[in-house]
């Protein structure tokens, strides 16, 4: 009777220790965070993210009014690579990439009409991506 009781503690430890793993991850994946240079990244369940640009960035640069990708949807883009240039009135900047990824999305959208990105910067992603670089962390 004691090991059978020992045996349902023990069971109900671990299901209670993986559930707590389960919310923490949630809370850690389905997360923004804020780089030093300015964007902003989404990281979501699965390995995915969104990556933008923040309003304090579109503040100092003026009102954007090119953007280019470098890349397409599939290719792998290495840490520090620069993926996306933005132009505004006062300057050109290059967005690089914060991690390993692959490209998922450009927000092509943003080629014919820059104001979603202008007026609503921290609702605009630029890329969807998927990390590839497990030693990224929050």
Known sequence: M?????????LTINLASQLRYARMSAALYNK?????????????????AHIGITD?????????VF???QFEPGDKVKKGDD???????????????????KLIENNVGLEDS????????????LVKV????DSFTL
């Open 56 to 64: 304090n960035a579109v503040d100092q640069l003026g009102e954007i």
């Open 83 to 101: 993926m996306i240039f933005v132009e505004s009135v006062k300057a050109t900047e290059a967005i690089q990439a914060p991690f390993d990824l």
């Open 2 to 10: 004691l090991a059978r009781w020992s045996r349902e503690i023990k």
């Open 67 to 69: 953007i280019e990708y």
């Open 130 to 133: 998927e990390r590839n670089d």
């Open 32 to 48: 923004r965070v804020y780089t030093d240079t300015e964007e902003w990244i989404h990281h979501t369940n699965g390995g995915g």
């Open 114 to 125: 820059l104001d979603a990105l202008n007026e609503r910067p921290e609702k605009t992603w």
